[in-house]
């Protein structure tokens, strides 16, 4: 399984990003966690960035809504905290299953 965060250079959450994806996988051999810089809208397009950071699993953003449409942005993402820049572990948990 491949986890890939995309992001634009000067993004505030893409260290935190990483780091609860590394903790989210921790123990699992059977897991990678890449960064993908993303340098323009086009990009974010192409690779399909849903705001900066935006996390992938195997290809598929598991955080956003489907009808959504990629975006040269900040993310926020929501949980019973509030509104945060990253996910919950918890949430990636869940979503990398």
């Given at each position: 399984?491949?986890?890939?965060?995309?992001?634009?250079?000067?993004?505030?959450?893409?260290?935190?990003?990483?780091?609860?994806?590394?903790?989210?996988?921790?123990?699992?051999?059977?897991?990678?966690?890449?960064?993908?810089?993303?340098?323009?809208?086009?990009?974010?397009?192409?690779w399909g960035m849903y705001g900066s950071p935006t996390i992938l699993v195997?290809?598929?953003?598991?955080?956003?809504?489907?009808?959504?449409?990629?975006?040269?942005?900040?993310?926020?993402?929501?949980?019973?905290?509030?509104?945060?820049?990253?996910?919950?572990?918890?949430?990636l948990r869940e979503a990398i299953g």
């Amino acid at each position: 399984m491949e986890i890939e965060i995309l992001y634009f250079e000067g993004c505030p959450n893409v260290e935190l990003a990483e780091d609860r994806a590394r903790e989210a996988t921790s123990g699992r051999s059977d897991v990678s966690v890449v960064r993908r810089r993303i340098r323009n809208e086009a990009d974010a397009q192409r690779w399909g960035m849903y705001g900066s950071p935006t996390i992938l699993v195997d290809g598929t953003d598991p955080f956003t809504d489907p009808d959504s449409d990629a975006t040269w942005a900040c993310r926020i993402f929501f949980s019973p905290e509030g509104a945060s820049g990253v996910p919950t572990v918890g949430q990636l948990r869940e979503a990398i299953g």
